[in-house]
DNA sequence: GCCTTCGCTTGATCGAAGTCAAGGCGCAAC
DNA sequence: GTTGCGCCTTGACTTCGATCAAGCGAAGGC
């Protein structure tokens, strides 16, 4: 089934190879924002899409691939705040971002919500819900979203016939073990901060967008949870950041201005 | 290649299935510390060892189960502070704890130790490695220690044959993930040492033994670098519990009193 | 034996970030 | 228009845990 494919035959994002490396001319306008991917089609995926990678070590298997794509389901638009899977939903797919962003988050004993991240588009969410078969998390849009929807038993059983896919399972999950701890060290409110919009940057190049120019989908309150801060923190490192001209951000518009300086702020969080 | 088996001939621990819920009779004695699990042989896994599941969704499948005991090098002891490996070497294996205790750790740019885990009997280290195709941390020895080895692409190619191994490696890595979560919250220091402690305790039930008394392996400053706190305030925590009743602490040896006012104070943490 | 070292504890002080409170700005509804 | 409501910022004060400093006891070397 596929839903409202034909609702996102939307404007492609910035060439690939190049976006990767330049950055977007500045327009005097702000950063594209709530960026999307293109569709795909039978044999190629979304552009962004972390799965495309799955042909690339070992040459295209197209019977393998077309597997790959049956069990891909286009789902959305959703609008900001819809939650994709809620905390001990039975688990069933997990999803990639196409368009917008979403934040997963558990709530504790006492009603305290902890977003534990932020999912750009071509990002991928719920393989933390495999051990228990639950998801053991909330997925909330942020924006208007869509997504890609992978059916896991169907995954499960293609990953056997076709290792690289398999392979990259490992590698997502892996990859993902390793952000977990990233926060969980004992770092300064500015490190923090420094190493989230870094963060950010980072992974928007990888997709293609810009890594200097763009816009928070999320509220103060939100990054700081997710730093382990209080809103009002995140509010005065961002002046303080600001001040030293490290940065310039109105409202959502973020512009990092030295983002040398940044790294080394954050050098601490990020290279380990 | 097999080394040093026969040095691990040891006495075999505690019944499984009682000792998950049983506790120990109480001895006057210290718990046993540094435990070792059993050997296993030609079709069956090390009695703690995680790996042992893999046979048992789907019953056992004894050529595929050979295959990967043929995978599976036991290697050690080695003594206290011996590495396993260290952050950037390249990735080969993973590894199961067989005897005594592991911590994983980075060091950032200023050379600060942050401590990522322990492992105990049974558990798994070096999963978090795919993704960079080079361990991102270190593995110490705490204790004496013994490992199993397995071949990680040995292990991939298996996997691709005994779905059930697959889906136990995505199992381990999805708890990864989860568990790595756990101490990313903002908790107080009360809150971060009983959770530290039930953790423990519920780990060494899970592996039959005793979950009420059981020796740290770790010195205080570990505990304290893995809680992301001052070696001082896990001094002063582990006073206030003891002052309160919840449990008696002499030198290393725990001895949990009120587990469930203990689960009550870590609830946080811990249910989520 | 003595001395050093290391791990742990305890007390006193300090500081980064949290909390509380107030006010401003933008935006949608009326 | 203005009212109300989020969201964000800023200032004043508080607090939890870090840091500094001292001392104790067990283990190991000589």
Redesign the pocket.
Known sequence: MIVNRAAFSMPTPYAEASALTTAHPPTGKPAPNNPIADDGDALHFCATCTFGQVCMPNGYDKSALRALHCLVEHIGPFPSGHHVFRSHDPFTAIYSVRAGMVKTSVVDDLGREQILGFFLPGEIIGLNAIYTERYPCNAIALDTIALCRFSFPAMVTLATRLPGLQEQLFRLMSKDIVKATLLAG???????VAAFLLDLADRYAARGFSATRFR?S?????I?NYL????????????RLQDQALLR?E??EVHLLQVDAMRHLARCVLHR
């Open positions: 004992d770092f300064s409110a500015d490190e923090r928070l999320m509220p103060r309150a939100d700081a382990r801060l209080a809103a009002e923190t995140v509010s005065r490192v961002l002046r951000i409202g959502r």
